[in-house]
């Protein structure tokens, strides 16, 4: 159930995060929380409510002090919640700006470049720290943001497998440094010092 939801929930989230939707998000939670309560409760009838929280409800997320926040002890998966998901203000196209207009190129690479990502802090320094390029094949990491909440859940998805950070391997030179760069551009010949590394 947590694998299935949580892409949904990210694609909404991020969707929605450039709108006024922190009280929303947050009315979301409290309703998801209530419905995986129920469902808790409704699993296991011959169990006290205090065995239930336990089980299924807690500190999950060790990087949140969230304390109800649903998930799988066995596993260590948790359900990813919408006020997580930073609100980002949508920056205005100035007036008359058309993407088709070859003199307005620079314009809208800046606009790419500046774009907060949904993705980790470590990703996002070296995405900006790179002006939004692999450095392999010197083209743009990430395409285009999605547009409706299905398409951001698929990207959210695809780019934990396209997208890569690297890192020295033990006992190389300490100049090396991470970088984030295409899987497919990860290889042997092309960073013998480099190891791969997940991109969370």
Known sequence: MIKRLNPIIRGWANYYRTHVAAEIFDKLDQHLWRLTYKWARFSHANKSASWVTARYFGKFNKARQDRWVFGDRYSGSYMHRFSW??????????QGASPD???L?????ERRRKRVLPINN????LFKAQNGCCPICKTPLFAEQPQTPSDWEQWLTSTRTT???VKPVTGTSAEADHRLIHAACNGPALLPAYQ???LA
Do not use: M, N
């Open 85 to 94: 998901t930073g609100i980002v203000r949508h920056q205005l196209v100035k």
């Open 101 to 103: 207009d070859p003199a």
């Open 105 to 109: 190129v620079e314009y809208w690479a």
């Open 122 to 125: 470590t990703s996002l320094r």
């Open 163 to 165: 997208i890569t950070i």
């Open 196 to 198: 791969p590394s997940g």
